[in-house]
C-alpha cells in the first residue's frame, strides 16, 4: 500500500546509528523518533545498506515509516561530494557492491593506521570498551583518532586527525559517477550531501556553489542536492532552492544526527521535500 504523509508530517532524512559513526543504537533511535512523533525518516548509515531492512521494521513496529537510504563517501574531481541516497533496493547488487567496497577500503586503512601507532608505541588498552558498539573492531580511521583522545594521547580531534594522517590515513571514497550510477540502477534517487557545509568547516567538506554545482550537473547526472541542513544559513537555503527549481533537481531535509550528546534529529516538513518523496513513490496529502 502507497505511503500517504500529510504535508506538516515531521520528517528527518539524514541519521546516522552505530551501523556507521552514530553514537547510538538503531534501537535507541527508533525510539527517539517514536517518543518524539516523527511520521517518516531515512537512516543514512555511511556505507552500509544491509541493516535497511531490520531499521525499517523497527520502524514499523513503532509506527513510523522508513524510507530506505544511505550516505555513501564519495568524490568529484578529487573533491568530497558525498551522497545522500533515498528510495532504493537495498538488495540489490549494485548498491551493495559499491558500499561495501568503500567500507572495505576504509576498515584496511583503519588496520594500517592502527598498525603503525603500535609500532611507535602507543597503546589502546580500553579499545574494546571504547568502541564496544562495533564489537571492539576498527571501521574507519577516525576511530584510531577517537582511541588517542579517550587514552590521552590528544586533547581534541584536529590533533587525533593530525596524528592519523602522519601514520598513513587517506581518505577512501568512490567516484560520484560510479555511485551515482548503481543507486540509479538499485531504483533509487542521489542527492548531495551538505553541499553548504564547507563555507564552516572548509578544511573537512567542499562546499558547492551554484557555479560547482553546474560544472557537477554537466558530468554526472545528479538527481539533487541536501537544501535543508542545520549550518546552511537562510540565505543558502534560498539559493539552494532556487537553484533547485530552476534545474527541476530535488531537495531533501536532514538534521545529520549522530546521537547524543550532539546534535539530535530535527522536525522538516515533508512539503520540503515533496518532490524527492513523490519520486520515490510517496505521496504528499494537502
Known amino acids: 500500500m502507497p505511503i500517504t504523509l500529510a504535508s506538516d ?26 517518543s518524539e512523533h516523527f511520521s ?58 559499491v558500499t561495501e567496497r568503500v567500507r ?32 571492539g573492531e576498527l571501521r574507519v580511521a577516525g576511530d584510531c583518532a577517537y582511541l588517542l583522545i579517550k587514552h590521552g594521547y590528544v586533547s581534541d580531534r584536529a590533533a587525533g586527525l593530525q596524528l592519523i594522517i602522519d601514520a598513513g590515513y587517506r581518505r577512501f571514497k568512490v567516484e560520484m559517477a560510479e555511485a551515482v550510477e548503481a543507486v540509479h540502477r538499485s531504483g533509487g534517487v542521489v542527492l548531495i550531501a551538505h553541499p553548504g557545509r564547507g ?31 542545520p549550518t546552511h544559513a537562510p540565505e543558502l537555503v534560498a539559493t539552494y532552492v532556487a537553484y533547485a527549481q530552476q534545474h ?16 539530535l534529529p530535527m522536525k522538516y516538513s515533508a512539503s520540503q521535500c515533496q518532490a524527492l518523496f513523490e519520486r520515490v513513490g ?3 496529502d494537502h
Not at 508530517?9 to 517514536?34: K, Q, V
Open 104 to 135: 572495505l577500503g576504509q576498515k584496511a586503512n583503519a588496520e594500517e593506521v592502527h598498525a603503525e601507532l603500535i609500532r611507535r608505541g602507543y597503546r589502546f588498552p580500553n579499545q574494546q570498551e571504547l568502541l564496544k558498539a562495533r564489537n
Open 282 to 284: 510517496i505521496r504528499i
Open 248 to 263: 527541476d533537481l530535488l531537495v531533501s531535509a536532514g538534521s545529520d544526527s549522530h546521537g547524543p550528546p550532539g546534535r
Open 40 to 97: 517518516l525518516v531515512a537512516v543514512t548509515d555511511h556505507d552500509y545498506v544491509q541493516s535497511i531492512p531490520l531499521i525499517q521494521d523497527l520502524g514499523h513496529a513503532r509506527q513510523i515509516q522508513v524510507l530506505a537510504g544511505v550516505e555513501i563517501s564519495a568524490q568529484w574531481q578529487g573533491m568530497m561530494a558525498d551522497l545522500l541516497c533515498y528510495g532504493f533496493d537495498p538488495h540489490n547488487e549494485h548498491i551493495l557492491a
Open 199 to 229: 563555507l564552516t568547516q572548509p578544511a573537512d567538506f567542499t562546499y558547492y556553489s551554484t557555479d560547482r554545482l553546474d560544472q557537477v550537473r554537466a558530468e554526472v547526472p545528479i538527481d539533487g542536492i541536501e537544501t535543508y541542513y
Open 9 to 34: 508530517a515531521p520528517i528527518d532524512l539524514h541519521m546516522h546509528t552505530t551501523y556507521s559513526d552514530g553514537r547510538w543504537s538503531a534501537e535507541a533511535l527508533l525510539d527517539h523518533l517514536a
